[in-house]
């Protein structure tokens, strides 16, 4: 079996020092697709129809993609702290 790491915050948050803005902009991306389907979703309310998906399919992607795109900030942010 191999060893265990020392440090957890490797897995939990990445490669290292350079990967920090990487995980920048993929939090930049996953918050902006993810207003862009609350707005979907919001515009499918308004009209009373689907767009794709129902209103509130939309409303949950955002949500999820907005929680990626946290976690990938605090990614970044902790990476940069180091």
């Not at 290292?16 to 930049?28: E, K, V």
């Not at 993810?34 to 767009?51: F, R, Y």
């Not at 990626?68 to 605090?74: Q, V």
Request: aromatic residues 12%; charged residues 15%.
């Amino acid at each position: 079996m191999k060893a265990i790491l020392k440090d957890p915050k490797l897995l939990l948050f990445g490669k290292g020092r350079r990967w920090y803005q990487w995980h920048a902009w993929i939090a930049l991306a996953l918050d902006l697709l993810g207003t862009a389907c609350l707005i979907v979703g919001i515009i499918g309310a308004a009209l009373d129809k689907e767009l794709g998906l129902g209103a509130i399919v939309w409303v949950i992607i955002a949500i999820a993609l907005w929680v990626g795109g946290l976690w990938s900030w605090l990614c970044a942010y902790t990476i940069d702290k180091q």
